[in-house]
C-alpha cells in the first residue's frame, strides 16, 4: 500500500467514494463499516474487503485517535512536490480502525510521541481541493 500517496489524493476522481468528499465539505471525515461483518474500513469502500459484501454504511470517525507509527515524507508525489517535506501519521481510533493521512504543519517534529491523541480534521486546499488532516486533540488545555 502507497502510503507515501495518502492525504495528498484528490478523492474528487473515485466516484466511487464521492459521497466522503460531500461529507468532507460538510466538516466531517467518514468511514464505511460493513453491515454483514462489522469490518471498518478507511478510506471507504463500498464493498468490503474481507467479505465482499456491498452492504456498507457510512459513519463519522468522531473524537480522537492515537498515533500508532509515522514517517516523513521528503519527495511529495507528482503534482504535490511543493507540499514536501510533509509527515504520514497512521492513527488507531479503536475497533480495528486505522487512518493514515498527513501531520498538521502545525506540530513540530520533535514533538510528535507514539500514543499521542490526535483528532481528523477537514481542511481546504488550493486549487478546490479539499482533504483532511490530523490535529493534536488537546482541545482547549492550557499550555505548562
Ligand atoms: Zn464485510
Redesign the pocket.
Known amino acids: 500500500m502507497g502510503i507515501e500517496h495518502f492525504g495528498t489524493v484528490s478523492f474528487t476522481s473515485e466516484t466511487k467514494a464521492a459521497g466522503f468528499v460531500t461529507f468532507l465539505e460538510q466538516g466531517k471525515v467518514m468511514a464505511t463499516r ?1 453491515r ?2 462489522g ?1 471498518s474500513c478507511f478510506p471507504p469502500k463500498m464493498d ?1 474487503p ?2 465482499f ?1 456491498s452492504d456498507v454504511e457510512w459513519f463519522e470517525i468522531k473524537g480522537s485517535g492515537k498515533l500508532a507509527t509515522y514517517t516523513v515524507v521528503n519527495y511529495g508525489p507528482t503534482g504535490f512536490e511543493d507540499d514536501a517535506p510533509y509527515i504520514l501519521a497512521l492513527v488507531a481510533f479503536g475497533d480495528g480502525l486505522q487512518v493514515f493521512g498527513r501531520l498538521s504543519r502545525d506540530i513540530e517534529e520533535g514533538d510528535i510521541k507514539v500514543g499521542m491523541e490526535l483528532s481528523l480534521v477537514p481542511i481546504k486546499l488550493p486549487k478546490d481541493r479539499i482533504a483532511y488532516e490530523f490535529q493534536t486533540a488537546h482541545g482547549n488545555t492550557p499550555h505548562g
Open positions: 460493513c454483514k461483518c469490518a468490503c474481507k467479505c459484501s
